[in-house]
């Protein structure tokens, strides 16, 4: 405990109830950090903070003047910005000949232009140096069927992440990503529903189970602490998922039919 007391740190993708943004925030919390969790659901949001003791504050991460007053907002009710979490993203599956114009606006905004805003805005916050986080997916590495929209945001956005490590590193700000793969999260919660699915990805991973929040929190932690000597990098925080692959659409639809023939 203790890790990152007294540090101003913002989690922007922090409005579902129990989500990957919001088992961060309340991680940074317990390690003393002051925290305010942003996004675009108020209720939510302000019983959060009211939880964890912290702030919080509507941003729409596609909106720059949003990421930017998010920014200002920090600086004022956290006395200054030690650390920045991107954790938004949408899960978009659907084969990629059906991708629609209107989609793939979306998922660009959402998933690459957004985070970009997201750390010009969190770099003019930052004057005594920070950690950047930017929250990443192992298909930005490996396959993963009718998820094309995804991982290409995801992939460019981890090049964006490498670009600012090199530029601001002698400002004293750290920039990195963290990958998680399959993880349990609200996200996630129909696949899971389905028998088969969750287990389809656990025979790949080395480690014999699919993620968890507190398993990417645990990193965040860390790449958020003075500890942490590490810039431009893309952290695997998938069981070692990517030394293997994604199991493939045949592959989940057998496990599911075994799941389903034995209950």
């Known amino acids: 405990m203790g890790r990152l007391e007294g540090k101003g740190a913002v989690v922007l993708g922090a409005a579902g109830r129990d989500n990957m943004g919001q088992v961060i925030a309340r991680r940074f919390a317990e390690e003393g950090a002051k925290v305010l969790v942003a996004g675009r659901r108020e209720d939510e949001l302000a019983r959060f903070a009211g939880e964890i003791g912290g702030h919080w504050a509507l941003c729409d991460i596609t909106r720059r003047d949003d990421v930017f007053a998010l920014a ?3 600086k004022s009710r956290l006395g200054g910005v030690q650390i920045g979490v991107n954790a938004t993203g949408w899960g978009l599956l659907k084969p990629f000949l059906e ?3 209107a989609e793939l606006k979306a998922m660009s905004d959402l998933q690459f232009v957004g ?3 997201f750390l010009q805005a969190m770099i003019g916050a930052m004057d005594q140096g920070g950690s950047l986080i930017q929250i990443s997916s192992a298909t930005a590495t490996i396959m993963l069927n009718d998820h094309a929209a995804y991982m290409g945001t995801k992939a460019g956005t981890d090049h964006v992440v ?3 490590a090199n530029e601001f590193g002698a400002r004293g700000i750290r920039a990195n990503s963290i990958s998680p793969g399959l993880t349990d999260t609200p996200m996630t919660a129909g696949a899971k529903q389905t028998p088969g699915v969750f ?3 656990a025979s790949a ?3 014999g189970r699919v993620g968890t929040s507190d398993d990417i929190a645990a990193a965040a932690v860390w790449l958020a602490s003075d500890e942490c000597f590490m810039t431009g990098q893309n952290l695997q925080v998938n ?3 990517t030394l293997r692959r994604n199991p493939t ?3 989940i639809t057998a496990s599911v039919i075994a799941a389903m023939a034995a209950k």
């Open 249 to 251: 659409g045949d592959e």
């Open 162 to 164: 490498r670009c600012v």
């Open 239 to 241: 069981g070692g998922l």
């Open 115 to 117: 985070p970009i805003f």
């Open 205 to 207: 991973y080395p480690l």
């Open 99 to 101: 991708n629609s114009e």
């Open 72 to 74: 200002e907002t920090a």
């Open 199 to 201: 287990a389809a990805f």
